[in-house]
Structure formats: structure tokens, C-alpha cells
């Protein structure tokens, strides 16, 4: 389990991560979604024990990430521009993480060079930006780690790779629990691969929700009566509403039957309760922070 308490991380004068904590959960996918200059980049290296956060803690299974070998064994991090020693091919960088990593598995490594369609033995800085992601998630995928690290890990794939990229990546987390941390500036990207997500906004988190409870958690009602409109809003979970001529539409919390056995005893003439789109739940529960989530939205 990933557990980050109260980091701050700062550069000179900015404070690029400030008093962050977030929890995850062993075969999560958790997506740390912010625009530009959010922090997620400083928070990922935290975690993967690149920086030393000046407080707080960054601890997996309990213990420190930083200079602990024993973890980092199970870490694998692909950062947005991934790593490879020079003039390596694939073959070769397999062999040098093949040395680090004790979970590598030669056999995955072979059977993701066939999916991918990659020749492992041309050197990598030879390929273009998107083959190079590709080379980095074979090299990923093979070490077998616990918890995979991505930053913006979709770059440069054109869509028929993210397919399957994402694919790969769930049937790994389903097949062996594995753990992975995504951050994006985009939620459409990764809003059906992830099943928790963190909004980030200069260096703090600013939202933090499980996405299946989001989902049957926010429904858009509208509703319309014959004559004064009875006062049936008081009691409800309102996040959002406004009058469309004779229709009130509202952006309610709670569970859908109790919403509507309520809503049904004012005899409403017309009323509908319909799922949101997660764009929009975000819209609504940001409220005054609302901009910030624009850029993410995309
Ligand atoms: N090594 C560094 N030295 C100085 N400032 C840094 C360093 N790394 C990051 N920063 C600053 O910290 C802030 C957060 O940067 P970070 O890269 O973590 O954001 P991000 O959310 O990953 O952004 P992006 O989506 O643009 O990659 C930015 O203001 C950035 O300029």
C-alpha cells in the first residue's frame, strides 16, 4: 500500500508540492489528474524515491521510499521522457533491468516484444517518441514490479496503442494486483482505466474521489410541476440548480430510489433523473475551483 503523508517538496522558493497526502490501495489504479505546473511530476518522484520530501512521509508497505533498495525493487517508474542508456537496444536495456529487477521475466519480456511488434535489437534512440514509450512498457511490464509509475504515460501513443497499453496494464493489475499511479492533464485519457482519482492544483490535492462512487453518487434531475414549485429542495443534496422556463434542473447527491421516492410524492408533471458524465460531476463538485479543472477536462 502506497501511503504519502504531509509531503512538502520545494525548489528554492516554490513550493512545487505542499502538504499532500494520498492513500492507495494494492491493484488500484489511481489518477493524479492536474494541468500544467501542478506538481504531479515533483509528487511521482517523490513516491519513486527521486527527490527526499523536505516533510512528511512517502512510505510503501510501511516503509521509506527513499534509499531503500528493497522497495525500489518493486517500483517500476516511466517518467515522460523514459529512461535509456545510450546507444542501448531493447535487448540490452532488458538485460541491464533484467540485473536490477529480481520479478523479470524473460519469457514476458519475449511475449510483449511479439505483441508490440517491437525488434529489440535496433538501438532505441533510433525509434521515434511513440516506439520509445512502447520499448519503455515492454521493459516495464517485464520487471514484473508491484507498483508501476507512469507520467503521462499516453504521450506520443497514437490510439490503437493506448488501446492497447490499457488493456495490458488491466489485465496486469487484475492477473496480480499490481498497483499503478497515473497522472495526466487529461481526465478523458484515463477516466476508464483508473477506479480512484486526485485532482492536484499548485502542489496541493484538491480532490480526491472514488470514481464508481462518483458515478452513481451525482445525478442530474429535471423536474417540472403544474402550478408553484413546492418546496422540495430544502432537503436535498443540491450541488447545482437553475430554472429552464417551467423546468427546474438540479445536480443532486444521493441514491437514485431515495431521490425519487422523495421527488414522486410532489407529484411532479414531468421527471427525470439522469445519469452525469463524469466531466460534468467534476464541474459541479469543483465549484469555485471550477476553472482549474477545465484544462483538465481538455
Ligand atoms: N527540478 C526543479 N527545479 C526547480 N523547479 C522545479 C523543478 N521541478 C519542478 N519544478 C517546479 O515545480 C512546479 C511543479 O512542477 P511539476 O513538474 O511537478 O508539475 P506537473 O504537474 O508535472 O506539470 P506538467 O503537467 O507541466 O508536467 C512547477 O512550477 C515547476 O516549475
Not at 12 to 22: F, N, Q, R, T
Not at 69 to 82: A, L, M, R, V
Not at 88 to 97: E, L, P, S
Not at 232 to 243: A, Q, T
Request: proline residues 3%.
Amino acid at each position: 500500500m502506497i501511503k504519502i503523508s504531509n509531503a512538502r517538496k520545494s525548489f528554492e522558493e516554490l513550493e512545487a508540492v505542499e502538504k499532500v497526502s494520498i492513500h492507495v490501495n494494492k491493484g488500484s489504479i489511481y489518477g493524479l489528474l492536474g494541468s500544467n505546473g501542478a506538481g504531479k511530476t515533483t509528487l511521482l518522484k517523490l513516491l519513486s524515491g527521486i527527490y527526499l520530501q523536505d516533510e512528511g512521509s512517502v512510505t510503501i508497505d510501511g516503509q521509506p521510499v527513499f534509499e531503500n533498495t528493497s522497495i525500489k525493487d518493486k517500483i517500476f517508474f516511466i517518467q515522460d521522457n523514459p529512461f535509456f542508456l545510450p546507444q542501448y537496444t531493447v535487448k540490452q536495456m532488458a538485460q541491464f533491468y533484467k540485473s536490477i529487477y529480481s520479478g523479470w521475466n524473460e519469457d514476458r519480456f519475449e511475449e510483449l516484444a511479439i505483441i508490440f511488434e517491437m525488434d529489440i535489437h535496433k538501438k532505441i534512440h533510433k525509434f521515434s517518441k511513440g516506439i520509445q514509450r512502447q520499448a519503455a512498457f515492454i521493459l516495464a511490464l517485464s520487471a514484473r514490479p508491484e507498483i508501476l509509475i507512469l507520467d503521462e504515460p499516453m504521450d506520443g501513443l497514437d490510439p490503437v496503442m493506448r488501446k492497447k497499453v490499457k488493456s495490458l496494464l488491466i489485465d496486469e493489475v487484475a492477473d496480480r494486483e499490481m498497483t499503478i499511479l497515473i497522472s495526466s492533464h487529461n481526465l478523458r485519457e484515463v477516466e476508464d482505466l483508473c477506479d480512484y482519482i486526485g485532482i492536484m492544483h499548485k502542489g496541493r490535492i484538491i480532490l480526491e474521489k472514488d470514481l464508481d462512487d462518483l458515478k452513481s453518487d451525482t445525478h442530474k434531475v429535471q423536474v417540472a410541476f403544474k402550478g408553484p414549485v413546492p418546496a422540495i429542495f430544502d432537503s436535498m443534496k443540491l450541488l447545482h440548480k437553475e430554472k429552464r422556463g417551467s423546468i427546474m434542473i438540479c445536480i443532486v447527491k444521493g441514491d437514485a430510489e431515495e431521490i425519487s421516492a422523495y421527488v414522486e410524492q410532489f407529484k411532479p408533471v414531468i421527471f427525470d433523473l439522469l445519469p452525469l458524465t463524469l466531466e460534468e460531476i467534476f464541474i459541479y463538485e469543483m465549484g469555485d475551483v471550477g476553472y482549474a479543472i477545465q484544462n483538465i477536462l481538455g
